[in-house]
């Protein structure tokens, strides 16, 4: 999703799996800066692209690239590397450069010290495809009856309680 005037679909982006693949001109080359996590504060309230948050969505905030765009961070001092989906804007602190969520800070290893030395760029073919196969799968984990411990292939119902009928109070009469 993104809002009108963040894009000019013909000239600044491509379709992607699963996200936006900006121009080379929205990120001309590699980004270098301080990034920083958001999260508990945060889970579950609107992001500026409209979802809501999840600290456990691999999601980040931005400046000015177009929502939905995928972008590849990688941490300074590691190496490691994830790709995220940008759904909202800031970082609101000027020596920052992105805030990522908890899951994917927590993968760059900068949860510890809440800020961490990074590089930005746009991902490859094969990091956005790969990026959109692990949602799928996620998707489908979150969608899928688990099988009930120690019965093999049984997936198990939880019975509700037929519900309780209204008494009312005879204190308020």
Known sequence: MHWPGDVDPAADISVSPM?????????PGLVSGVASW????????PTASGELFSRDDMTAAHRTLPM????????????????VRIND?????SN??????????SALGIMAKGVGR???????????VTFA????EVAREKVTPKAAPGRSGQVVVPRRSPPKPH??????R
């Open 38 to 45: 958001y999260g508990p504060g945060f889970h579950g309230r």
């Open 96 to 105: 920052r450069v992105i805030d990522l969520s908890q899951a994917a800070a």
């Open 133 to 136: 196969r692990r949602l799928a």
């Open 68 to 83: 939905g765009t995928l972008l590849h961070v990688t941490n300074a001092n590691t190496g490691v590397g994830v790709v």
């Open 19 to 27: 996200g936006l693949r900006a121009n080379t001109a929205a990120l």
């Open 118 to 128: 990074v590089e930005l760029r746009l991902p490859s073919d094969d990091e956005a």
């Open 167 to 172: 008494r009312p109070n005879p204190s308020l």
């Open 89 to 93: 804007r800031g970082p609101f602190h």
